[in-house]
């Protein structure tokens, strides 16, 4: 049986983290994902955790809680007629593939090459945040036809190594070939669907060696986190999204991204042991 005191910290850790995914994703539309994969990974470190399977009980819980996250997303974004459900049919089965792919390589790597892996896409994904414009194209449509066929899967495998949802990958990419933003972030609460539940069936099957597990992790999804993450975002997203209505959330998500770039190049440097 787990050390009480060590569960008292935990949890309290677990509900601050999970307070502050929500009120981001309340506040910048962002995924919890981004946040919750190093939040994770700091505080299971913090409470004597570890292991060279850490990564994947971080990346799986994250996961896990976007599963619940990205299909309220959904229904909420289909009452408004924002979900672009033609691209959402034509993409998800790739993404699908991708993640169970993504679930196949991330149970053979090392902790230390995934916290590599994380910095280096969240480092892409900060800059995009930080200096990406709005107007920026690639094209005037989604792709299709074998484009399609190759990007979708690579969308899902991308994702389920950082451990994220649709959004920090399929918002970027539907903007970039002209869909309108709030379509493109209904959209990707789908994407987020499509990459999640594939990838946890998969990761709930992955053997996570006893020493340094966190407690009451099944496969690789921590249950306290997954719940606690859970309940703290239901309470403090409505709270984001007020704010974001109280003010301009474009600089504020430039700063994210600033702030993003810095959690990104932690990573790397702890990834190659400095």
Request: charged share 10%; glycine share 14%.
């Amino acid at each position: 049986m787990p050390d009480l005191t060590l569960l008292l910290a935990m949890t309290a850790l677990l509900l601050v983290i999970g307070a502050f995914a929500g009120v981001l994703a309340g506040l910048l539309g962002v995924g919890g994902g981004i946040i919750l994969v190093p939040a994770f990974f700091y505080a299971f470190t913090v409470l004597g955790y570890g292991g060279p399977q850490l990564m994947q009980v971080c990346l799986a819980t994250s996961l896990a809680t976007i599963i619940v996250t990205s299909l309220r997303s959904v229904l909420a974004h289909h009452r408004k007629g924002a979900v672009d459900w033609e691209i959402l049919r034509t993409w998800a089965p790739g993404i699908g593939i991708g993640a169970v792919l993504g679930v196949i390589v991330a149970a053979g790597l090392r902790s230390s090459t995934l916290q590599g892996i994380f910095g280096g896409l969240a480092f892409v994904v900060g800059i995009y945040m930080t200096f990406g414009r709005a107007h920026w194209r690639l094209g005037a449509a989604m792709p299709g036809g074998i484009l399609r066929a190759v990007m979708s899967p690579v969308v899902g495998f991308l994702s389920v190594l950082m451990g994220i949802g649709g959004g920090s990958f399929g918002v970027p990419l539907m903007s970039l070939h002209a869909v309108p933003i709030h379509r493109a972030v209904a959209t990707a609460a789908g994407f987020g669907a499509a990459i999640a539940v594939p990838s946890v069936i998969g990761f709930l099957m992955v053997d996570i060696a006893p020493e340094g597990r966190p407690p009451f992790t099944l496969g690789a999804v921590n249950g306290p986190a997954f719940l606690i993450v859970i309940a703290m975002t239901l309470v403090t997203a409505p709270l984001g999204a007020a704010l974001a209505h109280a003010m301009d959330p474009k600089p504020l998500k430039r700063v994210f991204g600033v702030f993003l770039t810095l959690i990104a190049l932690n990573m790397l440097r702890k990834a190659v042991g400095w």
